[in-house]
């Protein structure tokens, strides 16, 4: 026969919701009172319940609980429930709310005298009950001397009482003697109050301080509150819970206990944990807080062999790492063998708290390359609803499931977790601790997530299947092929800025480009699409751009599947297209091409030799084009400089400025990029093929000067007086580091931030690098360019490469002045009508339209802004693929491996600078700069003496890429968004472009 009675008190409504209190989860397969039946087991209790509120969901309770019923629920309180109770005067009693939690010890500590009433109580007051909390008032010895609520109390010690006690046998009679009394003052009164009635009869009472081992469900994340302790605390607690992973033994000690008996807690290491490698962790009582995580502060020791000296000098190192704290802990485990991958997973993003698992992972034996800092990571990301989980690697899915069991067992879904999966597919817990970051998100914004990403998974679903003129079996979507939008204007553009680009660039003028070229029509075919606010290219349209015209559509289809069959099996190509995926010229590797693009396409000998003549063709075209749309771009810039846009106050005059943008500006700054796109494709396979050292490219591409040059000479100009200050600001002015940004000041804006800087710098004079080719270099390339169908006259060939190089930049230099000129309209307009430029952003290029045309009224212009704001900030959240080979890639996805862009030969060792792009970054002599998306706007940079320079965005014949070989800057371009920002957070980088490496401390 049992000795104790447990009697759960849950007649009241919850605080908070609907679900009975003893009915709430308290983990996985839990609800409060099985917690409960499970901490009291030790004490061997039977247990019975007073339910009130929502009785009847205990009717198919567990034979294990008795069921009392509190009719009165509604008018009376935890005491009257008691009473509702036998109160069996030959047993102990232990009584508890129905809303809290506590561990087996806890319920232990009070059974362990029967000679006074025990009562749990909390001094730390890290309780956070709603309304008034009950409180004990303690007299200097720390006994009680009155029960009351925290609004009630004197200027006394107290502490939280709990709402647990346990009445020995002895003292239950008192109980009853109370039932049979019923005083007013216990009918709506609680445990506090019944507890005032027995101190003031005289029993005994003394209290049992359980500070951290309790907790009441209040709040969401009351739970995951009560489970976290220190990291060692953490995982004791979890390892009795989690069946999807495993959670190691372990010896955890304070640095008071191990100064103490240092050879006590060695033994039981040694005992624990016999011949094999240990891991000796921090596990300080500062790290894993809701408020801070502190990871990485405190130090490690891995591998740490199972001796006595090896043991002792990890757990000095550790100690040595804390602060004077001596209740900080060492936590010693065994090493975990046969690891094939390891990393952290989070289960919302750092930046936004949004709905995503993203996990951080490195495949090899060590644990700590991903929370070390190491470079050969990857990344993953799958949305919440866990429904599309890549299949590759096989080790995603068991760890996302286990990172699952983790967050219901705590009810908490912002959480950061270590892990290891060995060879056997064991999930291996390091550590788990909640994210330190507050993140102003509702659930509905995870819903309208949610709802976005449906909707981009049917547009992909509807864009898949071919539209003529388009060719190719399937759909591919990429941020950084072709006209690379990421570095243009954005993963997630707003909505001007997309307009502008879409206008002038990806609705029609691209296509247009190709057309006049020589390749394939595309027109009416639109290149970018948007996919959750996410700007992408078409690839399987920019491929069809690539092939020539004249190749029938039977050929050109095989080549297209070919090519994005390709793509997929090398998705580190993304941002590479037109040298690794599919030719745009005959250069002088072609044949290369056979093997890797062509033969898989099913071409025959003579389908390759009518390729091989048709990309002839285009090679042609090119080097006549370069001349023509020099004139173009100049005849665009005398009329520019004639005032052909006008004031910008006249809005009126934005769509014939931006139809002469486009066309005359924007139309021949495309067609030098695609010959600078050839030019640097001979240059690439020259090298490829031996005609050409890589050295000897590098030297020829320094001798180049392109506006960048001009303008470090300007600035000399002016800086000696040769050249007034106005007339060097209405030269550059027109420049902007977000080129269709209007948020973003022009240098005319802020000359004093941009330009003026530059007459500060030194400007030593440039001594003329002739650039001559040796004989046998002439020889190589004569004869090389014969190969390829092309005239092996050696001087036309440099004219085209030079002129091809400085007049793409050249023409994206006047074709900017235009579209600055609209951005400074759109910035007026909205000033006349109220609207700042960062409220401007938020509008279409259609709604400023629909206002002139008169259906846009001017009072909707700004809840238009706001819609757009709310759309842009959701958008902005989302996270997507780089590449999206298929529509359900929107929900979970592996970030592929970038190759950065690398420029030049040169090795450099320097401090890092995250440059803002507004001009006012100073020092930046001897440092590698830092710059998301870099377009003609940051060309102040390179008059600023850096050392290096690393972009996010850009590809092998950006903007950048010519800028720094010219400069003779070593770079990385293109190195992916996930990689700059590690680089971001660093002190110092190791570029080295010669061996094409990236590394920062």
């Not at 009630?152 to 006690?165: M, W």
């Not at 919440?384 to 286990?402: G, H, K, Q, S, T």
């Not at 090398?570 to 056979?594: M, S, Y």
């Not at 005319?748 to 500060?760: I, K, T, V, W």
Request: proline share 5%; net charge negative; aromatic share 8%.
């Amino acid at each position: 026969m049992n000795r104790s009675v447990a009697i759960i008190l849950g007649a009241g409504k919850p605080l908070g919701g609907h679900t009975p209190s003893g009915r709430r989860k308290a983990g996985q397969d839990m609800n409060v009172l099985e917690w409960q039946a499970a901490a009291l087991r030790p004490l061997e209790a039977s247990i019975e319940l007073v339910a009130g509120y929502g009785a009847g969901s205990f009717d198919r309770l567990d034979n294990e609980f008795r069921i009392h019923l509190n009719p009165d629920w509604e008018v009376t309180g935890a005491a009257h429930s008691l009473f509702c109770c036998d109160l069996d005067p030959e047993k102990h009693h232990l009584i508890a709310y129905a809303d809290i939690l506590f561990e087996n010890h806890s319920a232990l500590a009070l059974a362990g005298s029967d000679d006074a009433i025990s009562v749990a109580i909390d001094r730390s007051r890290s309780a956070r009950r709603r309304g008034s909390r009950e409180i004990v008032e303690l007299d200097e010895e720390g006994a009680p001397r009155r029960f009351t609520t925290e609004a009630e109390a004197a200027d006394a010690p107290f502490a939280d009482l709990v709402g647990l006690i346990r009445v020995p046998a002895a003292w239950v009679p008192a109980l009853r003697r109370l039932r049979e009394e019923r005083p007013l003052a216990l009918r709506r009164g609680h445990l506090g109050a019944l507890l005032q009635a027995l101190l003031e009869r005289g029993l005994p009472l003394r209290v049992v301080d359980i500070a951290g081992d309790w907790i009441d469900l209040d709040d969401r994340g009351d739970l995951a509150r009560f489970l976290f302790g220190s990291k060692a605390e953490t995982l004791a607690r979890l390892a009795q819970r989690v069946s999807r992973a495993s959670i190691a033994p372990q010896v955890a000690f304070t640095v008071a206990q191990w100064r103490q008996n240092p050879s006590s807690i060695m033994r039981d290491i040694l005992t624990s944990f016999p011949n094999q490698n240990l891991a000796v962790r921090s596990s300080a009582i500062s790290e894993d807080s809701f408020e801070s995580s502190q990871a990485g502060r405190y130090h490690s020791c891995l591998n740490v062999g199972c001796d006595e000296v090896a043991i002792v000098q990890a757990v000095g190192a550790v100690i040595a790492s804390y602060d004077e704290s001596t209740e900080n802990q060492i936590l010693v485990q065994p090493m975990i063998s046969g690891v094939k991958a390891s990393g952290v997973v989070f289960t919302r993003t750092l930046d936004h708290g949004a709905p995503y698992y993203v996990l951080n992972y490195s495949v090899g034996e060590r644990t700590d390359v991903v929370t070390g800092g190491g470079d050969n990571t990857r990344i993953a990301y799958v949305h919440r609803d866990r429904i599309c989980i890549p299949e590759d690697p096989d080790f995603l899915r068991p760890v996302i499931e286990a990172t699952h069991e983790i967050e219901t067992l705590l009810d908490l879904d912002t959480l950061d977790i270590e892990f290891a999966v060995d060879t056997h597919g064991t999930v291996h817990v390091l550590q788990v601790r909640p994210l330190a970051v507050d993140h102003d998100r509702s659930r509905d914004d995870d819903v309208r997530l949610s709802e976005e990403l449906s909707a981009a998974i049917r547009l992909h679903g509807e864009l898949a299947a071919p539209v003529m003129p388009a060719l190719g079996r399937r759909a591919i979507y990429g941020v950084m092929p072709d006209w690379n939008p990421a570095e243009i204007i954005g993963v997630v553009p707003r909505p001007l800025s997309a307009a502008l680009y879409r206008h002038l660039v990806m609705d029609e003028t691209w296509a247009c480009q190709r057309a006049e070229f020589g390749y394939r029509d595309l027109r009416p075919t639109r290149l970018m699409r948007q996919f959750a606010g996410h700007a992408y290219v078409d690839v399987r349209a920019s491929l069809n751009s690539f092939i020539p015209a004249v190749l029938a559509p039977d050929l050109a289809a095989r080549i297209v599947d070919a090519a994005l069959d390709r793509l997929e099996r090398k998705p580190q190509f993304h941002d590479k297209i037109e040298f690794e995926i599919i030719p745009t010229c005959l250069d002088f590797d072609f044949g290369r091409w056979t093997d890797i693009l062509f033969r898989p396409a099913g071409l025959s000998d003579d389908d390759l030799s009518h390729v091989r003549s048709a990309y002839a063709t285009v090679n042609g075209t090119a080097f006549r084009m370069e001349k023509k749309a020099w004139s173009v771009i100049l005849g665009y810039e005398a009329a520019l400089n004639s005032g052909a846009l006008g004031p910008t106050s006249e809005i009126g005059r934005l769509d014939h400025a931006l139809r002469l943008c486009r066309d005359k500006g924007v139309l021949p700054f495309a067609h030098l990029a695609r010959c600078a796109f050839v030019a640097m494709s001979l240059l690439r396979t020259a090298t490829a093929r031996g005609f050409l050292t890589a050295e000897r490219v590098e030297a020829f591409l320094a001798t180049i000067r392109t506006i960048s040059h001009q303008l470090s000479a300007d600035a000399a100009a002016t800086a000696r007086g040769e050249l007034a200050f106005p007339e060097f600001v209405a030269r550059y002015g027109h420049l902007r580091p977000g080129t269709y940004d209007i948020t973003s000041p022009s240098y005319a804006e802020a000359p004093d931030q941009y330009l003026r800087p530059l007459l500060d710098m030194e400007h030593p004079a440039e001594p003329h690098q002739a650039f001559i080719w040796t004989l046998q270099e002439q020889a190589a390339l004569k004869a090389a360019l014969a190969e390829i169908g092309l005239e092996p006259d050696l001087a036309a060939f440099e004219n085209f490469l030079r002129g091809a190089i400085t007049g793409r930049e050249y023409a994206k230099f006047v074709f900017t002045r235009g579209l600055s000129w609209a951005l400074d309209a759109l910035a007026e307009f909205g000033r006349e009508h109220g609207l700042s430029r960062e409220e401007m952003a938020f509008l279409d290029l259609e709604d400023v339209r629909g206002y002139f045309a008169g259906t846009v009224p001017e009072a909707a212009l700004k809840s238009m802004v706001a819609a757009n704001r709310e759309r842009y900030d959701l958008a902005s959240s989302i996270v997507l693929p780089p590449l999206l080979l298929a529509g359900p890639d929107v929900r979970g996805f592996v970030v592929p491996q970038v190759r950065p862009n690398f420029v030049g030969k040169g090795r450099i060792d320097a401090p890092v600078r995250l440059i803002d792009g507004h001009g006012g970054d100073d020092g930046l002599a001897g440092v590698v700069a830092l710059v998301e998306r870099a377009d003609p706007g940051y060309d102040w940079l390179f008059s600023r003496q850096i050392a290096g320079l690393v972009t996010a965005y850009g590809g092998a014949n950006s903007h950048m890429a010519i800028r720094c070989a010219e400069f003779g800057i070593p770079a990385a371009i293109g190195v992916g968004d996930e990689l700059f920002h590690r680089i971001a957070k660093a002190r110092r980088i190791e570029l080295d472009c010669q061996l094409q490496k990236v590394a920062w401390t």
